[in-house]
């Protein structure tokens, strides 16, 4: 199996969204009717998941965490990340997804590459947007860490696969 190039369109689904804002941290929950995550449905259920997030007062950096449960338990995930915003139109993040979902005693902080033990992967994101009054946004990611691997054939060991998103995208 080689690495995944994965094109995507996204539409909307259903959700329902409450947030709570200060001056520096956003607090939100959403209840899903299922999820969708560059493109592949993580959980085809119902859902609920929560962030927060902290901005600088410039808002260029933004730290965050992110969790989310299927009503029925089969998923579950815990997320954390930070972003740095160069411009209005152009930024950069670092993103752990942590799909814990099959795993009994979870470590978040566990790297390998070994799925019994952890649903770690890092992702590498670059975001950019052009102005005007259809702006184009290019997103691209790799991910660089964790269980994302693939067998190889010639020596028989895993390997990190460095999988890649890319997302075109524009507001209707």
């Given at each position: 199996?080689?690495?995944?190039?994965?094109?995507?369109l996204?539409?909307?689904i259903?959700?329902y969204?409450?947030?709570?804002?200060?001056?520096?941290?956003?607090?939100?929950?959403?209840?899903?009717?299922?999820?969708?995550?560059?493109?592949?449905?993580?959980?085809?259920?119902?859902?609920?998941?929560?962030?927060l997030?902290?901005k600088?007062?410039d808002?260029?950096?933004?730290?965050?965490?992110?969790?989310?449960?299927?009503?029925?338990g089969?998923?579950?995930?815990?997320?954390?990340?930070?972003?740095?915003?160069?411009?209005?139109?152009?930024?950069?993040?670092?993103?752990?997804?942590?799909?814990?979902s099959?795993?009994n005693?979870?470590?978040?902080?566990?790297?390998?590459?070994?799925p019994?033990?952890?649903?770690?992967?890092?992702?590498?994101?670059?975001?950019?947007t052009?102005?005007g009054?259809?702006?184009?946004s290019?997103?691209?990611?790799?991910?660089?860490q964790?269980?994302?691997?693939?067998?190889?054939?010639?020596?028989?060991?895993?390997?990190?696969?460095?999988?890649?998103?890319?997302?075109?995208?524009?507001?209707?």
């Amino acid at each position: 199996m080689k690495a995944k190039h994965v094109l995507t369109l996204t539409a909307a689904i259903a959700t329902y969204s409450s947030q709570v804002h200060s001056n520096d941290f956003n607090l939100g929950l959403e209840f899903k009717t299922n999820h969708l995550w560059h493109g592949s449905i993580v959980t085809p259920g119902p859902m609920v998941a929560g962030e927060l997030t902290y901005k600088t007062a410039d808002n260029k950096i933004t730290l965050g965490l992110w969790g989310g449960t299927s009503f029925d338990g089969e998923y579950q995930e815990f997320t954390y990340f930070a972003s740095y915003k160069f411009s209005k139109q152009l930024f950069i993040e670092i993103v752990n997804h942590g799909n814990h979902s099959s795993i009994n005693n979870v470590d978040i902080f566990d790297y390998s590459s070994d799925p019994d033990k952890t649903g770690n992967f890092i992702d590498v994101g670059l975001g950019y947007t052009f102005a005007g009054e259809m702006p184009l946004s290019l997103y691209y990611s790799v991910i660089v860490q964790g269980i994302d691997t693939y067998l190889d054939e010639s020596s028989g060991k895993n390997k990190q696969a460095y999988t890649n998103y890319l997302e075109a995208s524009m507001p209707v």
